[in-house]
């Protein structure tokens, strides 16, 4: 298996041309290599049922763990994401169908979920409730060894966000940047509205990397598609994976999988966001009522 | 590595006797197999060295795929492995689709045409020079249209259908058969399936490197036109640099019948502007219902450029096509 | 009395052999031991070589060796080409060679070597080079000039002064003039001025020049394609490293040369270098795509100029700029252009100013007319323009300012004509083509066809001094003419040999030709270019058979008595006149002149002679009566040859496509040789000449610097289609009165001619609308036809 594919330009110079596509397959058969033995080594544990009562004292039933706005963003992402996948790769598997045109728009629209969640997470989140501290190090060493069933190892309370899915959406993001800035660019080798064509934008092996990087990251996605999708069904994330749809997790959820101390809700009973977390020295230190809810 | 042209690799060669043995040959060899039929399309790429199958499968001794017969219901069939003389000088073809004929008779020159067959000719791949010159164009795999920029030599190239390659579809029967409705059916191992013709070629859009549907292993075995059209009226027009071999700048086929001086019904098909042939189906919904006049066939020609994007170099295929169209209707007052 | 043999039709010797295929060409012949050689081309338009990994290829059975550019013994430099370069200046120029058991072995080798180049600016189009910052094609410069490398840029100012629509025209090297340019348009009632663009062409002759090579006890023998034969034998003998005495050319047959093979080709020194390198005969066979590149082309011009005429229809001033396109070493067509353009119409004033810059692109020589065909296409239309201004009848406005034999002149130093019967032929194509009632014709409308009619005036060179004439009368009594000239594709080799016929009375099937192999003896001669050969060699053949007529009438004085002076020459015997018994049989003679020896079989000769013919009458010492002369003739003025063309056409105006309905030539090139074969020359070069005005491109991606024209179908040459089946054709069959045959030279100047008439009478159909470009291809028509957007630039090159 090559994990270029090349050829020789106009004058005779070898030149990476783009991403061998062998390699589409090999993150299809490692994404289910990983998600079989995921599931075939990690039991399916559906919370610890240890619920410390005066934890609870105080808090709502239900409490909201992504605004409108966030679940707008994922969702609509999704779909772009979906679409591009799908219009990416289905052609050269042999699903072929007129695909540019509805792979670059559905580019332009994930560039502008992308722009919306940055101004998002500027504007109305926490910008550091994503950020790996030492206390989310610690956190997943302490939740691997639960995982693995390591006696007297028990899973730790996460912050909002429990470090495998900060790890999760870091991978994501570094991907999808990799693959919008060179789809950007590869938008002027098409014939679109936006960008003027300019063939030679570029010498071809610069080009050729271009379309190199487009290729891994996206057949990266195709593997943290199949993970982000593996854990989304696994019974024990499913609480989680609701709460992407209607918002809310309920206070035993609550309580069971997250350090209400990383994770400060409003006194006020409201379903509210407050995020402390940063770990180390990263963060402010100060939880802060960041949701207006 | 150097770049080497101009002298033809070894393959090894199958010649085999049957339609059952020839697919066999293709499904095993796959996409490392190649099939020849005239050889005028196939040995230019061999002999730039650019396409170099292990396994060659000349169909010359299919025997099967050669011939021109006429069916129950007055339909004709016609193998595709006859030669385009044949089709151009064969009696039935000449009573009954005079267009295809003309259309046959104008491909190249007599020698060509002698050793060229009907199926070469219309599942030949393009002419675009870049891509024949062996270029990683999108079409060889690639990720460029190196005709596509402000500066390339884009004269020949197409003006609708693009989808990143701009490159046109160079045959001459091509256009004629979906002017007549014609099917194609397709052999392999899986059995036969039948296309319309004019579902038969696909643009870059849906497959940049192929031009028809045909796919490794899939086998174009006969041409069959339906039952010729009484009191049509036919047109072909090839506008081309030189008299002889040379492929049109634009094309023109169609069958336009006309009752009562009135237009009834009309299929025109245009080749040479866009990846594959294109059927004017809005010129021939303007023209139908109206008098085969130079207004009705200036309005049809305006009408089957609508929405035409030139490049740097080829404009004049804008008003070529027009042109043609028009007199397509024109005529066949 | 033999019938007199010029002025009628033959059967070249040739003709049998080359019909039935038994013709053997460069590519046909077989050595013991033979091996094949490939090209590896350079793959960039500019590039340096930094290393050759060959090691792959070497290691594979049955290569035998490479050969790279530093082991020839003549290396480019320069404007020096070398048949291989470390440097290549265009793409496709072969940078080494490599020799294999087999050709599908010799390509697979090529393909596994490594080359490392680094890619250098290039250039295509002429006008980019003169730009302040713009690329040079040589490292050394854009301009040849004496042998050395200059570069030429042109201020900003120049380009922004000319803006899109005209040719920038800044310093020019080169210029001349006559009279009073200025006053010459101030005299003028009608000025017109175009910008015009001329292509390059490629030569595509039939025959590729491929080449065999072997060496025996020393000496080189090689097989190749060449217009003239003697002379090649020097330039290979150059091309490897070896004195001409110890080359052997072999060249019977040429599919073709139009220029590209005066003297052979420079890559004929690949297989004479490599077979000598590896000990086997080599072969190279040149394939199509390979002629492409290193098999010549014709300048292109970027041109302007500006005509003005008197009232009554006279030429008072032409001004000309032009701008060539010389290929990475340089071409001199655009001297010619401008000396050509005097031929026509006599201007009463003119400036010329040109200059030549190089490109990368493949290398230009002299293709049939160079410079003479481009600029009278260019010209005839724009004086087409004038005549309708001045409402002058297009034929008459011809006459009006062609040179007639007393007072015509060419050039910058206004030298004379040998003769110029130009009127006559245009009168005699004018009515051949029945110009009268077919210009009536003009502009007429029949359905969505308009007809034009056109006429192209062609002067051209055509002929100089011949060199030297070898004829042998040997005991078989027939008359062995020994043709130092080439078989370049023409009737030349043979219908030069029949004023020697002539001379001495004898019937053309006692005439023997002895031609296209330096082993068998051949004199020097003038090079077959220029058109000169017609001219030229009749008058050397002329000379040796006057002094072979001499040495019979010695010879029988000797033997039977009497003086010389009373001996007559005719019908293979020479007899005392009025007594025909009282003589000898050239047989007998041969005879006689073999046991004297001496002047009479070789043993003396003039001193005058070339060394080369010198050692080929010592060659032939002993085997007949052996005469050799020099042509001493005189020879006051340029020789030149006028071809008139007439054309009609049928311009489509839905689609732009041109239909050639009627095609007539009129011809003053003396007298009359071959009738036959004269006309096929002439139409042959008018079709050449109509293919270049009607199609034949030469495309490159301004990108890459890569063609496309590269082979006969995107060339797009003319094929027989493309003309009407039945060429008229006349001449003026008029002696030339300076040489002793009459005759003038015919292979070039019909190819302006055709060029011309086919520009004008499109011109004529589009109401006298020049598009002042070739090849004037349908889609520019159209799109001019339309008012849509021009295809190309005015000043686009290479499109």
């Known amino acids: 298996m090559e994990f270029l594919r090349r050829a020789l330009n106009p004058w005779g110079q070898d030149v990476p041309i783009g991403v061998s596509w062998d390699l589409i397959w090999a993150a299809v058969i490692i994404g289910a290599v990983f998600v079989v033995g995921h599931a075939l080594m990690v039991p399916k544990k559906v919370g610890t049922g240890e619920i410390d009562p005066d934890e609870a004292r105080g808090l709502p039933e239900k409490l909201q763990r992504h605004t409108v706005g966030a679940r707008g963003f994922h969702w609509s992402m999704s779909a772009a994401m979906f679409v591009l996948l799908i219009t990416a790769f289905f052609p050269v598997v042999g699903i072929q169908f007129p695909w540019v045109t509805i792979h670059w728009i559905a580019g332009v629209l994930l560039i502008l979920t992308v722009l919306y969640h940055i101004y998002h997470v500027f504007a109305k989140q926490d910008f550091w409730a994503m950020w790996i501290g030492r206390r989310d190090i610690e956190e997943g060493k302490q939740g691997l060894k639960a995982a693995l069933g390591r006696p007297g190892a028990k899973r730790p309370r996460a912050a909002k966000y429990p470090v495998d899915q900060k790890m999760f959406h870091h991978a994501a993001t570094i991907v999808t940047i990799g693959a919008v800035v060179t789809g950007v660019l590869m938008m002027f080798r098409i014939d679109n509205f936006l960008l003027p064509q300019n063939m030679y934008l570029f010498s071809d092996s610069v080009w050729g990397w271009i379309y190199v990087i487009h290729g891994v990251c996206g057949i990266g996605l195709i593997f943290l598609v199949i993970a982000h999708v593996y854990f989304a069904i696994r019974p024990e994330k499913r609480w989680m994976t609701w709460s992407m749809i209607n918002g809310w997790i309920d206070r035993d959820r609550y309580l069971e999988n997250h350090d209400p101390e990383r994770w400060v809700v409003g006194e006020r009973g409201a379903v509210g966001e407050l995020e402390g977390s940063g770990g180390g020295g990263g963060g402010t230190g100060q939880p802060a009522l960041s949701d207006k809810a | ?333 | 009395m033999a019938e007199n043999v010029i002025g009628t039709d033959i059967s070249p010797p040739d003709l049998r052999a080359k019909i039935t295929g038994q013709a053997r060409y460069a590519e046909d012949f077989h050595a013991e031991g033979m091996v094949f050689a490939k090209l590896l081309l350079s793959p960039m338009p500019h590039a340096r070589v930094l290393g050759v990994d060959a090691s792959a290829a070497l290691a594979m059975e049955g290569v035998l060796g490479i050969l790279r550019a530093d082991e020839l013994p003549v290396q480019a430099e320069g404007t020096r080409e070398g048949a291989l370069t470390d440097e290549p200046k265009y793409e496709g120029e072969p940078i080494l060679a490599v020799a294999a058991v087999d050709e599908t072995t010799a390509a697979a080798a090529v393909e596994a070597i490594r080359v490392d180049l680094e890619p250098l600016p290039f250039v295509l189009d002429p006008l980019d080079s003169l730009r302040e910052g713009g690329p040079d094609a040589q490292l050394g410069g854009n301009m040849a000039g004496r042998g050395e490398l200059t570069s030429l840029k042109w201020p900003a100012s120049v380009f922004e002064e000319a803006g899109a629509d005209r040719l920038p025209m800044g310093e020019a090297p080169v210029e001349w003039a006559i009279g009073d340019i200025d006053a010459g348009f101030a005299e003028a009632n009608v000025v017109v001025e175009e910008t015009i663009v001329h292509q390059s062409v490629t030569h595509h002759p039939m025959e590729p020049r491929s080449c065999m090579a072997y060496w025996q006890n020393g000496k080189l023998f090689l097989h190749g394609s060449t217009q003239s034969t003697e002379r090649t034998r020097g330039n290979v003998a150059r091309m490897a490293g070896v004195e001409p005495d110890d080359v052997v050319f072999i060249g019977e047959y040429c599919g073709g040369g139009f220029g590209s093979k005066i003297s052979g080709s420079p890559i004929m020194a690949v297989p004479a270098v490599l077979s000598r390198k590896i000990g086997r005969p080599v072969m190279l066979r040149i394939t199509r795509y390979e002629e492409n590149y290193i098999g010549r082309a014709r300048a292109g011009f970027q041109g302007w100029a500006k005509l003005g005429f008197r009232a009554d229809g006279r030429m008072t001033a032409l001004d000309l700029y032009l701008v060539q396109d010389s290929g990475p070493y340089g071409a001199s067509d655009f001297f010619t252009a401008g000396t050509v353009a005097t031929a026509s119409y006599q201007p009463e004033n003119m400036r010329f100013r040109g200059v030549a810059i190089l490109t990368n692109t493949p290398p230009r020589s002299a293709q049939r007319a160079p410079g003479g065909a481009q600029i009278v296409a260019m010209l005839e239309p724009l004086v087409d323009k004038a005549a309708r201004e001045l409402d002058i009848d297009r034929l008459e406005i011809r006459k009006i300012n062609a040179p007639d034999s007393d007072d015509g002149w060419l050039g910058a130093q206004q030298g004379r004509f040998t003769s110029a019967y130009v009127r006559e032929a245009l009168d005699l194509g004018g009515e051949l083509f029945g110009w009268e009632e077919k210009k009536q014709l003009s502009g007429q409308r029949n359905g969505t066809k308009v007809t034009g009619v056109g006429i192209g005036l062609s002067p051209f060179t055509a002929g100089s001094t011949g060199r030297d004439g070898l004829l042998v009368i040997r005991p078989d009594g027939k008359l062995y003419v020994h043709q130092g000239i080439g078989n370049l594709g023409t009737h030349s080799i043979a219908d030069t040999a029949r004023p020697a016929a002539d001379v001495l009375d004898l019937s053309w099937d006692q005439v023997v030709i002895v031609w296209g192999d330096t082993s068998k003896h051949l004199p020097y001669s003038t090079v077959q270019a220029g058109s000169q050969t017609t001219h030229a060699h009749t008058r050397a053949n002329h000379a040796a058979a006057t002094a072979m007529v001499v040495l019979l009438q010695e010879l029988a004085a000797r033997e039977l008595g009497g003086s010389p002076s009373s001996y007559r020459v005719a019908d293979g015997r020479v007899f005392r006149a009025g007594n025909r018994a009282a003589g000898m049989s050239f047989g007998e003679a041969a005879r006689v002149a073999m046991e004297l020896g001496g002047k009479f079989s070789g043993g003396e000769y003039p001193e005058d002679l070339h060394d080369a013919t010198k050692a080929a009458v010592a060659g032939l010492a002993g085997e007949g009566l052996i005469a050799a002369a020099r042509d001493n003739y005189e020879r006051a003025g340029s020789v030149y040859t006028w071809v008139a063309t007439f054309a009609q056409v049928e311009l489509d105006v839905e689609t732009g496509e041109v239909e050639i309905i009627d095609l007539a030539s009129a011809t003053d090139c003396g007298t009359v040789m071959h009738p036959r074969s004269l006309a096929g020359q002439t139409n042959g070069g008018v079709f050449q000449g109509i293919g270049m005005a009607k199609g034949q491109r030469w495309v490159f991606d301004p990108k890459w610097g890569i063609p496309f024209t590269k082979r006969f179908y995107t060339a797009r040459p003319p094929g027989m289609l493309d003309v009407p089946p039945r060429p008229r054709f006349a001449a003026v069959d008029k002696a030339d009165p300076y040489t002793p045959v009459g005759a003038k030279g015919i292979g070039e100047p019909p190819v302006g001619a055709g060029e011309a008439a086919y520009v004008c009478a499109v011109a004529d159909a589009m109401g006298g609308l020049c598009l002042c470009r070739t090849p004037l291809t349908a889609d520019m028509i159209l799109a001019e036809l339309e008012g849509r957007p021009r295809p190309y630039g005015l000043l686009d090159t290479h499109v």
């Open chain 2, 1 to 333: 590595m150097a770049v080497m042209r101009d002298m033809i690799p070894p393959f090894e060669l199958f010649q085999p006797a049957g339609v059952d043995d020839a697919v066999r040959l293709m499904r095993e060899h796959g996409d490392k197999g190649w099939v020849l039929a005239g050889g005028l399309d196939t040995f230019d790429w061999f002999k730039d060295r650019i396409k170099r199958p292990e396994a060659v499968i000349d169909l010359g001794g299919v025997d099967e795929l050669k011939g021109i017969a006429v069916g129950d219901d007055g339909e004709l069939e016609i193998g595709a492995m006859t030669s385009l003389t044949e089709v151009a000088e064969n009696g039935d073809v000449r009573s009954g689709y005079p267009l295809l004929a003309e259309a046959a008779g104008l491909v190249a020159t007599p020698q060509i045409r002698n050793q060229g067959t009907l199926g070469g000719n219309i599942i030949q791949d393009t002419r675009c020079w870049y891509y024949r010159s062996g270029w990683p164009c999108y079409r060889a795999g690639g990720n460029i249209c190196y005709a596509a920029t402000p500066r390339s030599m884009n004269r020949e190239h197409c003006i609708v259908g693009a989808s990143r390659c701009v490159a046109v579809n160079p045959s001459d029967t091509a256009p004629a058969l979906i002017a007549l409705d014609a099917e194609m059916v397709v052999a392999s191992t899986g059995g036969e399936r039948t296309y319309p013709a004019e579902d038969f070629f696909i643009g870059p859009d849906i497959d940049i490197e192929r031009m028809t549907v045909l796919e490794p292993g899939d086998l174009l075995t006969r041409i069959r036109l339906p039952a010729p059209w009484s009191g049509a009226r036919w047109y072909f027009e090839k506008i081309r640099d030189r008299k002889a071999w040379d492929f049109s700048l634009v094309s023109v086929a169609s069958m336009v019948n006309v009752e009562g001086g009135v237009i009834r019904d009309a299929r025109i098909v245009v080749n040479g502007i866009a990846p594959y042939p294109v059927r004017a189906t809005a010129a021939e919904r303007a023209a139908t219902g109206q008098a085969p006049s130079d207004e009705t066939g200036q309005a049809a020609g305006e009408i089957a450029v609508r929405g035409a994007r030139a490049l740097r170099h080829n404009d004049y295929k804008i008003a070529l096509t027009r042109n043609l169209v028009k007199r397509a209707i024109r005529d066949a007052a």
